[in-house]
């Protein structure tokens, strides 16, 4: 039998969100509020679509450039 490839997700809670990119929980909740990262509800579940997740660091990469 061959294993089925892994399921890439398009989106992550806001805890994964934390393991992915390295931001806590709450600058994560703050940049939402902010409007500086999408989020949206799924039922009782607040998910970010990781392309987004992925847009927001690449801004704060280019922003804090030194």
Known sequence: MSKADPITPIAVSVEESTRYSGHTRSATYEAISKGELISFKSGKRRLI???????WLNRLAKKNVR
Not at 50 to 55: G, N, P, S
């Open 49 to 55: 679509l990781v392309k987004e997740l992925e847009a």
